[in-house]
């Protein structure tokens, strides 16, 4: 702390002088105390975050989702692992980083951590958040819409009045035909062939798998 005190002489211009290198002292020790304080107008003013995402290995990894916990902003990784928020941030913020195949990762970001010139550096590391089960489920539709632009754009339709044939799988039918693969639940359908060598299923010319 600097005590400005007012001198005791008699000479007006001594005075001046004195008073003027009070307040160029002053001046330095503000300078040095605000760049004493890295990031300081990081943090008055705000950051545009970003950064990039690498695995063990030094490997970018793509498509991991990046939340601002504290914020509604969220943002992804690039096929170079980079990502950016749009907008500026203000520190201090709580970053998440979610990936599958991935363990998350909670990075804490302030004015003192945050580089300006690299921006966030992140590694993951592989973790067991793999997904266990697909559940699949299908219903049958009626109807169906078509963009038939010779009809004026999308209408409603019938299955019974499209111009090609459509077997229907229902319930009864699965449930009677007790079949254990794919192939043989269909392979009695019109238009179905099943290849005897291979796995593969082709339904009106056009092979699966």
């Known amino acids: 702390m600097i005590v400005l005190l007012k001198p005791n002489l008699g000479n007006p ?12 002292k002053a001046l330095a020790f503000a300078l040095l105390t605000s760049a004493s304080v890295p990031g300081a107008v990081y943090a008055q003013q705000g950051v545009a975050l970003f950064g990039k995402i ?46 599958i195949g991935y363990k998350p990762v909670l990075l804490d970001l302030n004015a003192a951590s945050w580089n300006a010139k690299k921006g966030v550096r992140l590694l993951m590391v592989a973790g067991d958040n793999t997904l ?3 559940l ?17 754009g999308k209408f409603a339709g019938k299955l019974k009045d499209l111009p090609q044939s459509v077997a229907v799988l229902s319930k009864e039918f699965i449930e009677d035909k007790q079949a254990f693969t794919t ?7 019109a238009g179905v062939t099943e290849a005897s060598s291979y796995d593969d299923v082709v339904i009106r010319g056009f092979k699966s798998g």
């Open 136 to 152: 699949v489920t299908g219903r049958r539709n009626n109807s169906y819409l078509t963009n038939d632009m010779e009809l004026g």
């Open 183 to 189: 192939g043989a639940l269909v392979q009695d359908l």
């Open 13 to 24: 211009k001594k005075r001046k002088i004195i008073l003027m290198n009070n307040m160029m």
């Open 132 to 134: 266990d089960e697909v």
């Open 54 to 99: 690498q695995d063990e290995n030094g490997d970018p990894i793509a498509g991991v989702t990046l939340t601002l916990v504290d914020g509604q902003q969220q943002t992804s990784s690039n096929a170079q692992g980079e990502f950016s928020f749009t907008g500026i941030i203000s520190f201090p913020v709580q970053l998440r980083a979610d990936a």
